[in-house]
């Protein structure tokens, strides 16, 4: 993850290791607050063990605040599968 906020290219991966250093750069950052599709699983441990604050967010909502935020901004928002046609 980029300082800008972009997650490309970042090389962080889903191993232990990988979280781990997720978990420690969220933390240099001072981020405040994470929002993730999924209520629990190892991740979501870390991130509370660390002192990170948490939040699901179900993935519909995600996807239509997005779209909102996209549409406001003047970009085309990518439509990823055909379960939310709205």
């Given at each position: 993850?980029?300082?800008?906020g972009?997650?490309?290219?970042?090389?962080?991966?889903?191993?232990?290791?990988?979280?781990?250093?997720?978990?420690?750069?969220?933390?240099?950052?001072?981020?405040a607050?994470?929002?993730?599709?999924?209520?629990?699983?190892?991740?979501?441990?870390?991130?509370?063990?660390?002192?990170?604050?948490?939040?699901?967010?179900?993935?519909?909502?995600?996807?239509?605040?997005?779209r909102?935020?996209?549409?406001?901004?003047?970009?085309?928002?990518?439509?990823?599968?055909?379960?939310?046609?709205?």
């Open positions: 993850m980029s300082e800008g972009s997650s490309k290219g970042a090389g962080i991966g889903t191993t232990r290791k990988g979280i781990r250093a997720l978990c420690a750069r969220l933390v240099r950052l001072r981020v607050l994470v929002a993730l599709e999924r209520p629990d699983g190892l991740l979501i441990e870390r991130l509370l063990d660390v002192g990170l604050s948490v939040v699901a967010v179900h993935p519909i909502r995600s996807r239509r605040a997005g909102g935020t996209a549409e406001n901004a003047g970009l085309i928002w990518p439509q990823c599968d055909g379960a939310d046609s709205s």
